[in-house]
């Protein structure tokens, strides 16, 4: 079991690497210790995401709700025969990850199924489910079993998730829009509803929960700061050229960080928490 364990997490690191290299480099700056439960989580995250946005053609409803009972099963009996499920579910049960967040998370993947727009409640809801619980799953994974420091410093996690989030969805109201027919902004229900008053709005409430997160960065283990501090200045780079944009570029072209202000973001960030140790 032990050699398929490891082939698991192989597994979960190669789906993670292929659909997100910003979010690979992060992990590359982690403690070796930490890199592949992360993968773990991110592999499935990213297959349930697969299922609700490209799987056409298909019961979509159908083929979630398999995964989801699958993983469940993985949960309860320790192993899984899909090496993706098995990695989460290893995961899972070393770090005690509480079922309540894996079941919010396969609750949003729903909501992308059937739902094209969001009440403030249901957009609050998807935001949770779709992303907080991803920063709270891996700060369970960053504090180890340390109860007392994992509870100090949800809000922080949540607040990085949520940030991160609204930056997806402010980067990628082209594609949402014209390929999945989705709009993620609370009470907008067309494409012509999308303004400068609520793409500010966004962006607002985005600035101020990365202000809040970078609070809790600070307080992370020194093992995973780098890592998650390189991330978020990865975010707000984003955040930052998306501000300088009009409604009508968004919705004409998706926004990216270049490979070359990557590097320079690894250099910053590297810097300021490990030699100048302002992080």
């Known amino acids: 079991m032990v050699l398929y364990d490891k082939v698991s997490l192989r597994i979960s690191k190669l789906v993670t690497t292929k659909y997100s290299t910003s979010f690979s480099l ?12 992360i993968y773990a989580i991110y592999g499935l995250v990213r297959v349930a995401d697969e299922i609700v946005d490209t799987f056409h053609n298909v019961n979509k409803k159908k083929i979630l709700d398999e995964l989801k009972q699958e993983t469940f ?13 098995h990695s ?8 005690k990850i509480d079922n309540d967040l894996i079941e919010a998370f396969f609750h949003s993947m729903e909501f992308d199924i059937y739902k094209n727009s969001y009440s403030k409640e249901e957009y609050d809801k998807y935001v949770f489910g779709s992303a907080e619980v991803i920063g709270l799953m891996c700060l369970k994974i960053f504090v180890d079993g340390d109860d007392e420091k994992y509870n100090s410093l949800k809000p922080y996690a949540r607040s990085l998730g949520s940030a991160f989030q609204k930056v997806n969805f402010l ?11 989705r709009i993620y902004i609370p009470d907008v229900h067309q494409e012509i509803f999308i303004n400068d008053e609520n793409k500010k709005k966004l962006e607002s409430e985005t600035e101020k929960e990365f202000e809040k997160a970078l609070n809790g960065i600070k307080r992370l283990p020194s093992k995973v700061k780098l890592g998650v501090y390189l991330a978020y200045l990865y975010y707000k780079v984003l ?24 590097l320079i973001l690894m250099f910053r960030a590297f810097v300021e928490v490990r030699v100048l140790r302002l992080i």
């Open 26 to 37: 992060g992990i590359k700056m982690f403690h070796k210790d930490y890199r592949y439960p």
């Open 73 to 85: 099963l993985a949960i309860k009996e320790g192993m899984s025969t899909n090496p993706i499920v």
């Open 88 to 95: 989460f579910q290893y995961v899972v049960n070393k770090y």
């Open 171 to 181: 980067r990628d109201i082209r594609s949402d829009l014209y390929e999945r027919k």
């Open 239 to 262: 955040l930052d050229k998306i501000k300088r944009s009009s409604v009508k570029e968004l919705t004409s072209k998706r926004f990216r960080v270049s490979d070359f202000i990557k």
